[in-house]
């Protein structure tokens, strides 16, 4: 479909500076974000209780924010990861504050968004060894956060996508904590940038996410000897993809990482695990967190929340075998042929 027109005054999305300085850019994104979450997003919703914990990781300390709906009550666990290429974004940032709030209320669940150490500074595999530490945290802490360690979801956003994905692969190679189901937005899965919709010049240039800038990002979170062909990389070139949690992907129509989402559906379902794949169709990159300005953000944001909610509610088998998701697969197949 044509480009949702509320996004057209975001298009084509500046690319990064020439003199990059990573901790400027953070700077500049911290300082700017109150103003932006009051421009384009809705405000969260009250929880029950929000904390920070810090938590020792080899070589240093990570920050989890820590919702809850309610109190006295044992509930599934979402982590959560956020994006930002790997060098930007946060876990307490104001945007993440939101998705951890709408999901901690929205899918009645302890939300935990983790605030893991980013590139340069800290390369592959440190990112994803603090997301691995996080999950382990939760677990030996279940009874003190109030979670339900047999019900285990994770999700995240482009980078953060990445990071669950490969943590799911990590988690099941090293036989850790059985994760129940993977929620995969806007993902990046290929940083071989191989596949066809990174070559279309008009998706690497026109819209919110570059492939030059991608380009420039990935050397810093790969360090001098990152393999971008390692599965904990690039989850979409692991050898086998069984065993691995069933999975929702929600790709953006106008999206260089569009085509990333469609294969690792492919594969796994070929690997005999569930997979659906839901185009968001109209959207950029970043239109997900636009839900004050843009009604087919808060879909996006709904549909989400209802994944999550059927994984909690013990609705996995119907979510992933039911007449709904036959449907959807099935309208997504036939759209994208």
């Not at 999700?155 to 996508?161: F, K, L, T, Y």
Request: proline share 8%; aromatic share 6%.
């Amino acid at each position: 479909m044509p480009l949702e027109p509320i996004l057209a005054a975001f298009v084509p999305a500046p690319t990064l500076p020439d003199d990059l300085d990573v901790p400027v850019l953070r700077v500049r994104e911290e300082s700017n974000a109150d103003t932006m979450v009051e421009q384009v997003a809705e405000r969260g919703p009250d929880v029950a209780q929000k904390r920070i914990v810090y938590v020792p990781v080899a070589g240093g300390t990570i920050a989890l924010a820590i919702y809850r709906p309610a109190l006295d009550e044992t509930l599934p666990v979402h982590i959560y990861f956020h994006g930002g290429g790997w060098v930007a974004g946060s876990g307490l940032s104001p945007f993440t504050d939101i998705v951890a709030r709408e999901r901690c209320v929205g899918a009645h669940c302890v939300t935990v968004a983790v605030d893991y150490r980013k590139a340069p500074e800290h390369p592959h595999p440190i990112p994803l060894d603090d997301c691995q530490g996080a999950l382990q945290w939760v677990v030996d802490h279940a009874a003190e956060i109030g979670v339900d360690p047999s019900i285990i979801t994770v999700g995240g956003a482009s980078a953060g996508a990445n990071l669950a994905a490969a943590l799911c692969l990590k988690n099941r190679d090293e036989s850790g904590p059985a994760i129940t189901f993977q929620l995969l937005e806007v993902p990046a899965l290929d940083l071989t940038l191989s596949l066809p919709s990174h070559a279309d010049t008009e998706l690497g240039s026109m819209y919110a996410l570059h492939r030059s800038d991608v380009e420039r990002l990935l050397p810093l979170y790969l360090g001098e000897n990152g393999d971008p062909r390692h599965p904990h990389v690039s989850p979409l070139f692991a050898g086998n993809h069984a065993g691995l949690p069933p999975a929702y992907l929600m790709p953006a129509e106008y999206d260089l990482l569009r085509d990333d989402a469609t294969a690792y559906a492919e594969k796994l379902n070929e690997a005999g695990v569930p997979a659906i794949l839901s185009l968001q169709r109209g959207h950029i990159h970043i239109s997900g967190g636009l839900t004050k300005i843009l009604p087919a953000a808060r879909a996006w944001r709904d549909e989400a929340l209802a994944v999550l909610r059927a994984v909690h509610s013990g609705h996995l088998r119907d979510l992933v075998s039911g007449s709904a998701f036959r449907r959807l697969a099935a309208a997504t197949s036939t759209d994208q042929e």
